[in-house]
């Protein structure tokens, strides 16, 4: 570890097992997670379980960890607490790199974050509420909240249109369906809500709405893009903007999460030696002013994601043994 002095409290961290060992590598990083199963909280120095979201005590629980590792940055890496943990930080209980709680609300509900995008002059695919008219088809209909392209469906007429809305058990909002290549933006921004880096990547291969298969790109059209929506919702920590290039309207934002992205491998490639995202939090979490290098990266790597395990024993603990002997085989180059 290195030697700064504040450690990382990372929530709902799950199986993103990568992000956790990225930070592990420059702070004490705590994961807290509900679930004893959560595979991730095996690559911390410290894991707790917690209440749930929805539980009073969940804040109070996050605050005692802070007081006992000495936390300077709460971290979440699930969209569910991202609002919680802003209205924590608003009040000055939690060290959290998030959003003020009017922009995690908005941008956790697509459909206000549609409209947060148009008032801010950021470019959105026409969106509208079911009954209202729809400018043209095809169309998508997908829910207002969730993740993981759960509920989404495409619709070629209004009478698609109509059933799928009806069919969702959720509320759901109708948008233009994006054409043409899409990307992702991957930035950070600091405290005061400067964008320090936007690394944009295309989108190879999702399943299940999560990016595993991508390619770092030099894009200053997406670089711009990513550096003004940080700045314009703004937003604290990391972000991930999704966006089309349609060949009708031009670029269209489609989500925006203020957390890492699923694709957490391509921006860890891509950075310059000593500027990974997880640095540049810890050394804010020490209170180091970082300046902004937007459009500094290393363009022209792809990652491929992949999946491995961890046994437990009779008590979830980590047995240490591998599946294989000497654990995952490094990749072969012939």
Partial sequence: ???????????????????????????????ADPNPLAPAQYAAHARRAVPRIDDPGYVPALQALCDEFSVGAVVPLTDLDIEVLARARAEGR?????PDPDVAAATYDKYEAHLLLERLGLPSPPTVLPGEPVESYPAIVKPRKGSGAESIHPARDAEQAEFFCRYVEKPVMVQKLMQGPEFSIDLLSDLQGRCLNAIPRTMIESRGGESIKGTVIADPELVELGRA??????????????AFRDPEIGLGITDVNTRFGGAFPAPMYAARPGRTYPELIVRMAAGERIEPHVGDFAAGMTFTRWYWQIELDG???PTGREMLADGPPPPRLG
């Fill in 94 to 98: 939690l060290p959290a790199f998030v």
């Fill in 315 to 317: 008590d979830l603990r």
């Fill in 229 to 242: 929506v940080g700045e314009a919702l703004p937003v604290r920590g990391p972000c991930t903007v999704q």
């Fill in 1 to 31: 570890m290195a030697g700064i002095d504040a450690g990382v409290l990372l929530t709902g961290v799950g199986k993103r097992y990568d992000i956790v060992s990225a930070f592990a590598q420059h702070a004490t990083v705590v994961a």
